[in-house]
């Protein structure tokens, strides 16, 4: 899952506008051929996130995942259609070809043997093969419990791995999961320049890393583009990568700029700056509309809706808010709907919780909590928390005010307006809220990351379909220092009752039984608030006219996942 969430149909919530973009159809390669970029130039794109590292498996940040969709490659990921496919492997494992195999696990369980092959001609930047010596040493850094790194149940959860040979390998999982023949997390790392990083101090690992001290090493990439500069902060600058092993991508650079404030980034599209913003790290809802309106003739706008997760996670260390009932009074004191409407034309629709209405596995069963500041109020009085006189900030039997701290990325003049209209209803209701923001790298590289949030941080989730929250709401996945920061249940939120959930979901392979375990757990996620749902996320793409080939998915996988398929119109 990546960083950067009323009981109505999902027709109705979310309604297709702007422009389709054409997709322009590309030939296999011929033997033999060139893998020299087409001559397209330089294309400059904004946005609004600079990633805190560029490891690809430690932190999930949307910034990080964007570039490393130009310069590496997962196993598996989703496609435009939400089907699971092979990116760096040759065929998706399944049972039915064989190539995943039921087993007896050495304690007696019910494991899978997956077996994957890496396409013959992957090769990292500096000529060095991909190979299963660095899945082997990608499974060491993962498991280590210092590595830092963000999925470790991933890693944890391989029993072993059989060496076939050079390109072909075999996952020995513990269990087998709906999920069994997608590896979209598993994400290769070049052993022969990680390995001496790693092996000298996995416990500082994280910091030393080459993706992060020499980012321009062309080692680092097998994708079709590799990072030739870097201006930590403010500018990543890409060139073709010699050793792709797919179809030459079209341009001769691409120069990914950071403008972390977003009417910046709209001056500086008008102004030839930049020419292009992506959905989900640029422009918001309602400045893509009011730039549009304007600008509609000379821009092709597309609003993409999709798996983007706008939500608040409490943190719930604080005591307030360990108390379920002062989070429940939060939202309901919080009008959604209001925001929805006049902030972005209902094009961002409440959330109910953390499954989108355009997943298979939503439920409409579950708790929903409408604008109602009454009941927000009768909560918090029998949480203990009392007005004198009906007004004002209300106080606990100690005479502690109802104080919280709210946070988001800071220059995101949506999020920002977003945090004024919460302030000033949850002050209605006698919550007082003080705002403090931080820049994205701050506050998604530690802030968020290592739980240094007192109360409410706002930020969103970009998920996958059918995406199993057990990296964010299971137990085991709370970040501490011992385990390096690992997982990313940033508020603490621990249950049995969702642990088990989680669990049972993963194994479940009948789909009728797992809708019903999916219903469950929303319905637990909607009553506990672990946070607080907010709407779902539109993306808007301010693109050239003269662009072709970029097609949004509207699910966490990166357009750049396809960025060789983009061209400069004729």
């Known amino acids: 899952m990546g960083r950067e969430p009323t009981a109505l149909t999902p027709g109705r919530l979310l309604r297709r506008c702007g422009l389709l973009l054409a997709f322009l159809a590309l030939s296999a390669l011929p033997a033999g051929t ?338 109602d500041p009454a009941r927000a109020g009768d909560l918090l009085e029998e949480a203990g928390w009392t007005r004198e006189g009906g007004s004002g900030v209300r106080r606990n039997a100690a005479g502690e005010p109802l104080r919280l701290e709210i946070m988001t990325t800071a220059g995101d003049r949506t999020r920002e307006l977003v945090q004024q209209v919460i302030q000033s209803q949850l002050q209605d209701i006698g919550v007082e809220l003080t705002i403090r923001n931080e820049p994205a790298r701050v506050f998604f590289g530690q802030t968020v990351s290592q739980r240094r949030f007192s109360g409410l941080a706002m930020f969103a989730w970009f998920s996958s379909p059918e995406n199993v929250p057990r990296t964010t709401l299971h137990c085991e996945q709370i970040p501490t220092e011992e385990n390096s920061w690992g997982g990313q249940n940033y508020p603490g939120y621990c249950t049995p009752e969702m642990d088990a959930l989680i669990d049972r979901i993963e194994v479940e392979l009948d789909r009728e039984a797992r809708a019903e375990l999916w219903a469950e757990l929303q319905r637990l996620y909607a009553t506990d608030l672990p946070a607080l749902p907010l709407y779902w996320r539109a993306q808007p793409y301010v693109l050239p006219p003269w662009l072709e080939g970029l097609r949004p998915t509207g699910h966490m996988g990166p357009t750049t996942l396809w960025v060789e398929e983009w061209r400069r119109a004729e």
């Open 34 to 371: 060139p893998r020299a970029a087409g001559g397209a130039g330089t294309l400059t794109i904004g946005v609004t996130q600079f990633p805190s590292t560029l490891h690809p498996n430690i932190d999930s940040m949307l910034a990080k995942s964007y570039l490393q969709g130009m310069t590496l490659r997962p196993l598996t990921h989703y496609d435009h259609d939400w089907e699971v496919v092979c990116f760096l492997c040759t065929e998706v494992p399944s049972l039915e070809a064989g190539s995943a195999v039921l087993e007896t696990t050495p304690d007696g369980g019910e494991g899978i043997a997956v077996t994957y092959s890496i396409h013959p001609e992957a090769t990292w930047g500096d000529g060095t093969p991909v190979t299963t010596e660095d899945v082997l040493f990608t499974w060491d850094v993962g498991r280590h419990p210092q590595s830092g790194v963000s999925n470790f149940e991933l890693y944890r959860r391989i029993l072993d791995i059989t060496v076939i040979d050079d390109k072909t390998f075999t996952f020995h999982a513990d269990r087998v999961t709906f999920e069994y023949g997608s590896s979209a997390d598993f994400r290769v790392l070049p052993a022969h320049i990680e390995r001496p990083i790693f092996e000298s101090d996995p416990a500082s690992y994280r910091t030393r890393t080459a993706f992060d001290s020499d980012p321009t090493n062309p080692g680092l990439a097998f994708g079709p583009y590799k990072v030739v500069s870097m201006t930590p902060g403010a500018e990543v600058a890409l060139e073709p990568n010699e050793t792709w092993f797919g179809a030459p991508p079209a341009f001769d650079r691409i120069v990914v700029r950071v403008i972390e404030n977003t009417p910046a980034l709209e001056a500086n599209l008008l102004s030839g700056a930049i020419d292009m913003v992506p959905g989900a790290m640029g422009l918001t809802v309602d400045q893509a509309l009011a730039f549009e309106q304007r600008h509609g003739d000379d821009w092709n706008v597309l609003f993409k809706p999709g798996l983007v997760y706008e939500h608040i996670d409490l943190m719930l260390d604080n005591p307030i808010l360990a108390d379920r009932r002062v989070r429940q009074a939060l939202l309901h004191g919080i009008d959604r709907d209001a925001i929805s409407e006049r902030l972005f034309a209902g094009r961002n629709p409440v959330a109910d919780g953390n499954v989108s209405p355009l997943d298979w596995v939503y439920s409409e069963a579950v708790p929903t909590y409408a604008f």
